[in-house]
């Protein structure tokens, strides 16, 4: 039998925290403290709402390409079909390239150089900031141990440093509170992309594990098991502290908008040395997501066009095309990047969800009809977002158990999900009995 092999823990501990320091951008730093703010003293529920998603989100779906061996491509095609499932896929990376790259380089600028340096142009910083992540995500086999050894430390000890300060000398206690604080949680998680990020980011990482001749499919999987719950582990500390910063700090400046009341906790918290501090946290948070998100991006398009597309070409594209819709602005680029993420969610549930059984291969046509109809619900929200809310899909939402919640598609996808499995079985028992017969 073989006997599996983990790579030596400080291998482990590089890896955990550059795919910590890749998840951990520019929506973990400004969502958790307007969160708290708005919570108050339910602060804490929210942060729970906020890890669910961020977090547990994160580590399953790790573990869903930990269990199938497989990235996002390979499962999606195994469920949707080859042209199906690598459309699926390309939709998610698309996004990451054309409004999360752009979004975390604009906000570089805007919440990191603009108050130190504000006579930098934006098109400076992002030419600086687009020219560092190509460096570091140039060549494929050098990236995690760049992000790993110098960026992802650099950011803990600043990110640590405000944490202990706010937490022990907090600017106020938490005022007031508010209703569905779990939901809000929730809702907020949505915009950091995170699950998304994870599966896109687990075939990443098992790429990472050829590269260090991690090959078997039981060495693989209990390798991004670890990495997966100590990256989830990190984001959770780091996501909880920030609400509460949030709800405590936060408090004190009650008519900061998104993004500003970020900036002035650690400007309240430590002076000038927390502008300081904030800007570099913002500015290797975003660093490390973007040069993870160019190098996942030739990685999987690589993969999915076997081959044909070559690494480096398509992360020279992606940087170019980061670079360009950067300029649009950061606040311009939020209301673009939502719609699209309550469209994906729900199915990116279903295949994480679903991706955790070893005998997922049995269920493929169940997760398939599951995942149509979690699109079908994920339309109805993007709809809303697009000012028309009174669509058909979103009051079905609504009307279903959980819909109060955000959830009104769960009960659906697992109805639908049953019956397919349900009806294949039968169909399945009565070609067995004339087989027989």
């Known amino acids: ?17 550059a ?43 790790y573990l869903a390409c930990a269990h199938q061996n497989k990235s996002l491509t390979g499962i999606a095609t195994n469920i949707l079909g080859n042209i199906g499932g690598k459309i699926y896929t390309a939709i998610p990376i698309l996004i990451t390239v054309f409004f ?106 098992l790429h990472e594990l050829n590269i260090r001749n991690i090959t078997t499919r039981e ?40 993004g500003v009341l970020s900036t002035e906790i650690a400007n309240g918290l430590l002076g000038n040395l927390g502008l300081f501090s904030f800007a570099l946290i913002m500015a290797l948070s975003c660093l490390t997501t973007a040069a993870a998100i160019i190098s996942m991006a030739g990685d999987m ?53 679903s991706g955790l059984l070893y005998n997922f291969d049995r269920l493929k046509y169940a997760v398939s009809a599951g995942v149509g109809l979690a699109l079908l619900f994920g339309l109805g929200d993007m709809l809303s977002f697009y000012g028309l809310t009174d669509n058909a899909i979103s009051r079905l939402s609504a009307a279903m158990p959980l819909g109060n919640h955000g959830l009104g598609w769960v009960l659906p996808v697992l109805v639908i999900m049953f019956l397919t499995g349900f009806s294949l079985k039968i169909r399945a028992s009565r070609t067995g009995s004339g087989k027989n017969a």
């Open 1 to 17: 039998m073989h006997k599996r092999s983990l790579l030596p823990f400080g291998v482990i501990a590089i890896i955990s925290a």
């Open 19 to 61: 795919m910590f320091s890749s998840h951990f951008g520019v929506g973990d730093l400004i969502f958790p403290p307007i969160l708290g703010r708005n919570m108050g003293t339910n602060w804490f529920v929210a942060a729970l709402g906020y890890m669910l998603i961020n977090s547990v989100g994160v580590w399953l779906a």
């Open 100 to 205: 999360i790259l752009p979004r975390v380089s604009s906000a570089t600028h805007e919440m990191a150089i603009a108050p130190l340096l504000p006579k930098v142009p934006l098109w400076a910083t992002l030419a600086v900031f687009f020219l560092l992540s190509l460096y570091i995500a140039a060549t494929r086999a050098k990236v995690i141990d760049k992000i790993g050894k110098v960026l992802a430390p650099l950011l803990i000890l600043f990110v640590v440093i405000l944490a202990v300060k706010g937490i022990f000398t907090p600017l106020q206690a938490p005022r007031g509170s508010a209703s569905a604080p779990l939901k809000e949680g929730m809702l907020n998680a949505y915009n950091t992309m995170n699950a998304i990020a994870a599966l896109l980011f687990g075939g990443w990482v």
């Open 219 to 258: 060495d693989k999987d209990i390798n991004l098991n670890v990495i997966g719950i100590l990256t989830a582990i990190l984001l959770g500390i780091t996501s909880t502290v920030l609400v509460y910063l949030g709800a405590s700090s936060g408090a004190a400046f009650p008519e900061a908008a998104i």
């Open 301 to 353: 398009f690589s993969e999915m066009s076997g081959g044909k597309l070559k690494y480096r070409p398509i992360v020279i594209g992606a940087t170019i095309a980061g670079f360009v819709l950067g300029l649009v602005g950061l606040s311009r680029i939020v209301n673009y990047t939502v719609p699209w993420l309550v469209l994906m969610y729900p199915s990116i549930i279903v295949i994480i969800l």
